[in-house]
T-cell receptor, first 113, second 114 residues
Framework: AQSVTQLGSHVSVSEGALVLLRCNYSSSVPPYLFWYVQYPNQGLQLLLKYTTGATLVKGINGFEAEFKKSETSFHLTKPSAHMSDAAEYFCAVSSSNDYKLSFGAGTTVTVRA | GAVVSQHPSWVICKSGTSVKIECRSLDFQATTMFWYRQFPKQSLMLMATSNEGSKATYEQGVEKDKFLINHASLTLSTLTVTSAHPEDSSFYIC??????????FGPGTRLTVT
């Protein structure tokens, strides 16, 4: 069984500041890890994913995340926030067994001008 | 990129009626489709997994007789909410998994039961 914990339900940053969203996972098998973004009344868009290989993963819109097995973490960062980054962000985990996604509770990001 | 559509995007129905939601993969064949439910300000909860030509697998606590899922082809899955009640009001999102194991999400369907 897999599960995800997102630390902080709400993050507020200034435009141009670092965005850091925290995600810790639990998995009994090697995990596949994902970050998704959701804008109001819309579906989910994949930002980035880790399956195997390089532990630092670069995604769209300037986001990146690092898989740290020893810390069971997959934190999402962006060096400089933009107003358009205001959205809901979900971390998710699955395995190669069934590809079912387990989502974290989500983190709402607001960006201050 | 791969596109998944849902229809309708918003539906209002009266209590006791049934509503069908369609999920289509537009430019790829989906070996598996997933149905999620999302309450306001909450995360997505997996309801069921459907594979083309076979019965859907429901998550614990999801009533299979209430949420009927049909995966008739590699590009279409439908979710029918039978005898809907106000507590079924929610945002329903589907996703489709390609042969390359990438999962693509639809835009969601907002169901309001009055």
């Amino acid at each position: 069984a897999q599960s995800v914990t997102q630390l902080g339900s709400h993050v507020s940053v200034s435009e141009g500041a670092l965005v850091l969203l925290r995600c810790n996972y639990s998995s009994s098998v090697p995990p596949y890890l994902f970050w998704y973004v959701q804008y109001p009344n819309q579906g989910l868009q994949l930002l980035l994913k880790y399956t195997t290989g390089a532990t630092l993963v670069k995604g769209i819109n300037g986001f990146e995340a690092e898989f740290k097995k020893s810390e069971t973490s997959f934190h999402l960062t962006k060096p400089s926030a933009h107003m358009s980054d205001a959205a809901e962000y979900f971390c998710a985990v699955s395995s190669s067994n069934d590809y079912k996604l387990s989502f974290g509770a989500g983190t709402t990001v607001t960006v201050r001008a | 990129g791969a596109v998944v559509s849902q229809h309708p995007s918003w539906v209002i129905c009266k209590s006791g009626t049934s509503v069908k939601i369609e999920c289509r993969s537009l430019d790829f064949q989906a070996t598996t489709m997933f149905w999620y439910r999302q309450f306001p300000k909450q995360s997505l909860m997996l309801m069921a997994t459907s594979n083309e030509g076979s019965k859907a697998t429901y998550e614990q606590g999801v009533e299979k007789d209430k949420f009927l899922i049909n995966h008739a082809s590699l590009t279409l899955s439908t979710l029918t909410v039978t005898s809907a009640h106000p507590e079924d009001s929610s945002f329903y999102i589907c996703s489709a998994r390609s042969y390359y194991h990438e999962q693509y999400f639809g835009p969601g369907t907002r169901l309001t039961v009055t």
